[in-house]
């Protein structure tokens, strides 16, 4: 049993970070609010194409009532964030030391979150091993697997479109969820207060959608520049 409880702690991430104070509040959409963001999402493997779909329809539940329309795009689109879901072995917790699982991670190059995601199934999978009943089931294992990651995704999102290290103490931002948080029903609890979605909404990465096809050919020499940069590279991880 204390085995148990120990994987079922709260998730702590891999590096200290800064934290922003204060409670999500309830965001107020308006009419002429909604951006468009284009993320390219790469598999390389341990997911089926279902799989992918409810990946892809998870990140779309935390964002759409954001007032942010996911666009799934091609390889190659340019003014994309790039999101790539392999199996890697995820960081294994040491003796007597609380569960972490490395889900997600961003790149940091020269102060700026770069528009890379890279995503575990394997933590993702440890993940939702860790959770209680019913959701740890195996049963359950090939949906839960896809909320874990695209809760994950949804999280280094908002570091991205925020440009910031930073953690919140609540929402879509904290910096610590337990493994029930990631399964549990609900998207409450995956949201950006409305100072942070205000902030978000200048990235250049989030257009007004009629401006979108007009925007492609001058989003091609502005995206994705940092994820190329040879350099000091802090990585960030969920």
């Known amino acids: 049993m204390a085995h148990h409880g120990a994987r079922r702690r709260i998730l702590t991430l891999a590096i200290g970070v800064a934290t922003i104070h204060g409670?999500?509040?309830?965001?107020?959409?308006?009419?002429?609010?909604?951006?468009?963001?284009?993320?390219?999402?790469?598999?390389?493997g341990g997911l089926g194409d279902s799989q992918v779909d409810m990946v892809?329809?998870?990140?779309?539940a935390i964002w759409t009532p954001?007032?942010?329309?996911?666009?799934?795009?091609?390889?190659?689109?340019?003014?994309?964030v790039r999101v790539?879901?392999?199996?890697?072995?995820?960081m294994l917790p040491s003796p007597a030391v609380e569960?972490?699982?490395?889900?997600?991670?961003?790149?940091?190059?020269a102060g700026q979150v770069t528009p890379l995601i890279y995503v575990s199934v394997d933590a993702a999978e440890r993940v939702v091993r860790a959770a209680n009943p019913p959701y740890s089931a195996p049963a359950l294992a090939g949906i839960m697997v896809t909320r874990v990651l695209g809760r994950a995704i949804?999280?280094?999102l908002a570091h991205i479109l925020l440009n910031?290290?930073?953690h919140a103490r609540h929402?879509?931002?904290?910096?610590?969820?337990?493994?029930?948080?990631?399964?549990?029903?609900?998207?409450?609890?995956?949201?950006?207060?409305?100072?942070?979605?205000?902030?978000?909404?200048?990235?250049?990465?989030?257009?007004i959608p009629q401006d979108a096809p007009r925007n492609r050919r001058e989003a091609r020499s502005r995206t994705v520049a940092g994820t190329t940069v040879v350099g000091s590279i802090d990585r960030h991880t969920l």
């Open 154 to 156: 949804a999280h280094e």
């Open 99 to 109: 569960e972490r699982w490395s889900v997600a991670a961003t790149r940091i190059v």
């Open 23 to 44: 409670a999500s509040a309830p965001i107020e959409v308006r009419a002429g609010d909604e951006r468009l963001l284009r993320i390219e999402l790469v598999v390389f």
């Open 164 to 166: 910031t290290r930073a």
């Open 171 to 207: 929402g879509l931002l904290r910096a610590t969820f337990t493994a029930d948080d990631f399964v549990f029903p609900g998207q409450d609890g995956f949201r950006l207060d409305t100072e942070q979605l205000a902030q978000a909404r200048h990235h250049e990465l989030l257009l």
């Open 66 to 80: 954001q007032a942010v329309r996911i666009e799934w795009s091609h390889a190659g689109t340019p003014g994309c």
């Open 56 to 60: 892809r329809r998870e990140v779309d």
């Open 84 to 90: 790539v879901i392999d199996r890697p072995p995820s």
